[in-house]
């Protein structure tokens, strides 16, 4: 049976890892073909060791890393070496973790705040589910401005 690890912190303003569990256990195979760890750490520079971890002892498949910066410039400095220290476990891993960072700069109102965590968590999930289990839903996507907590771009239009 398939591991998929779920890695968020306390930092985060909205639990992050409840939206993610939700979306994947109603994914064809939960219980059947892959469970969900779930742990949480601190803060978001936390996020890279606890997936790796994960990866390497628990054989997880493909992990999320979900994470909210805050507003203050400090924020946005350590979201950038956290994010780069997502991308070392994953290069050390050979293994996909999805980095889903909401900076909350990115809303004006925490119930704007609330409806893109939930959309970009939800979105990432699937996103981790299909590729591990369905890499065509991906290929089908290719090209197509998708978005993960906006509105889609759509494609380029000549």
């Not at 390497?56 to 410039?73: C, S, T, V």
């Not at 950038?80 to 994953?90: C, D, K, L, N």
């Not at 401005?145 to 759509?154: C, H, K, L, S, T």
Request: hydrophobic share 45%; aromatic share 8%.
């Amino acid at each position: 049976m398939d591991l998929i690890a779920i890695v968020d912190t306390m930092f985060a303003r909205v639990n992050m890892g409840d939206y993610a569990v939700d979306e994947l256990k109603q994914c064809p195979g939960f219980e059947s073909t892959f469970l969900i760890k779930r742990v949480t750490v601190p803060g978001f520079k936390d996020l890279a060791v606890e997936c790796k971890r994960l990866i390497e002892f628990y054989n997880a498949k493909i992990a999320l890393a979900l994470g909210m910066p805050g507003k203050a410039e400090i924020d946005q400095v350590c979201a950038h070496e956290a994010s780069q220290g997502i991308m070392m476990a994953q290069l050390l891993s050979n293994t996909h973790i999805l980095e889903v960072f909401v900076h909350e700069n990115e809303a004006q109102t925490d119930a704007d705040l609330i409806t893109l965590v939930e959309n970009r968590v939800r979105k990432h999930a699937l996103n981790a589910y299909w590729m591990l289990y369905e890499p065509k839903q991906l290929l089908t996507r290719a090209g197509q401005g998708v978005r993960q907590g906006f509105d889609d771009a759509g494609p380029a239009q000549t």
